[in-house]
């Protein structure tokens, strides 16, 4: 069984390589496409094996993604952004779903493998935003790209199966700088008349992405007018909330997580941002029974995005963190040894050391 990998590059010379090296053990061919790179990309690429085709931008991220499936002869094709990342173990995962019945066995109908993504990653290596998105495509169900930008794949009968251990990481993503060009991209198609779903929910997201709040609090508006029933739904109230955060607007702030936790309750992200709000007022007898709501919370399998320490260690810990506030200690030291239980390894040794912190100080 043959993979592909097909890439899109524009001058990441400084990344596609680590991109290209961690795919060896699972990739039999690699696809690059250049949209136009003026930096060493394409010798870089070249020099991991790559076989690279050059592409005229115009302004459509799945054209170039098309382009690029269609340089692939491989049985399944797989898509990775420069910069993107596998770990060892997440290496394995694909070797073994590579081999595996899902993808090797003729009787079976899968034409999709989504896996989990992890884009938001901080500076201890802990993962604070993933979600699950398509990873790989049978290239007999006639893959095809669709949208200008935020662009998704699609197959004849989109038969998907879900291989969750095979984990991608982008380590760059919250570290890269806002521009205007998916703005543009999407302004262009609003201007031409697309009032669809995604295209005004992504327009309200990359407006405020680019800081121009009182402008994505209007396009977020006019998007959560026309759909409901999703979780971009529910992403789209908590981006509204931070821009009324951004221009000072408490209350408006406030009341889109409560939109928020209206529309899904059964989601910690809006529940923690409200605490938030409270917590940093230092209002500590009202944000408790927002982190509480949350404490037991499952991991939505929906795709959505999702902030994982929502649904962990950091309310048990800001729990803790208000008792100690109201000075009540018992209270404060059972909930932080239940955030430490939860808490991956930085995090925890971080807490242990509030922990002593507070038996030093004879509370």
């Not at 390589?17 to 060896?24: A, D, N, P, R």
């Not at 459509?60 to 060892?88: H, P």
């Not at 500590?284 to 962990?312: H, N």
Request: charge should be negative.
């Amino acid at each position: 069984m043959k993979w592909s990998l097909a890439m899109i590059a524009r001058n990441n010379e400084d990344v596609i390589g680590s991109t290209l090296e961690c795919v060896k053990s699972f990739i039999d061919e690699i696809i690059v496409v250049d949209t136009g790179s003026t930096d060493n990309t394409i010798s870089v690429a070249k020099e991991h094996g790559a076989i690279v085709y050059e592409f005229d931008w115009i302004d459509d991220f799945a054209a170039a993604r098309n382009y690029s499936f269609s340089k692939a002869t491989g049985d399944w094709i797989m898509w990775l952004d420069t910069g993107d990342v596998i770990t060892e173990k997440a290496q394995k995962a694909f070797v073994e779903l590579k081999n595996g019945a899902t993808i090797c066995d003729p009787t079976s109908d899968a034409e999709i493998i989504v896996s989990t993504m992890n884009r938001g990653i901080d500076e201890n290596g802990i993962v604070q935003h993933s979600f699950l998105t398509v990873r790989l495509l049978k290239r007999l169900a006639n893959p095809i790209w669709k949208g200008a930008v935020h662009e998704v794949p699609s197959t004849d009968n989109e038969k998907a199966y879900l291989a969750e251990e095979c984990v991608v990481n982008d380590p760059v993503a919250w570290t890269n700088k806002a521009t205007d060009r998916n703005l543009n991209i999407l302004n262009r198609l609003y201007d031409a008349g697309d009032r669809s779903p995604r295209t005004m929910y992504y327009r309200g997201i990359e407006l405020y992405c680019l800081g121009r709040w009182k402008e994505a609090i209007v396009a977020i508006d006019e998007y959560l007018a026309i759909t409901d029933f999703t979780w971009h739904y529910y992403d789209a109230l908590l981006q509204q909330s931070k821009c009324h955060n951004g221009l000072g607007d408490v209350n408006g702030a406030a009341q889109s997580l409560l939109q928020a936790i209206y529309y899904d309750p059964n989601r910690a992200e809006a529940f923690v941002a409200l605490a938030e709000m409270l917590y940093n007022k230092g209002e500590w007898l009202r944000a408790l029974p927002f982190y509480k709501a949350v404490v037991g919370m499952s991991v939505p399998k929906d795709g959505s995005f999702t902030i994982l320490p929502c649904y962990g260690y950091f309310p048990l810990e800001r729990i803790g963190m208000c008792y100690l506030q109201t000075e009540r200690t018992k209270e404060c030291l059972d909930f932080l040894r239940q955030a430490i239980k939860l808490a991956p390894e930085p995090e925890a040794i971080r807490i242990k050391g509030i922990l002593k912190e507070i038996k030093d100080k004879g509370y």
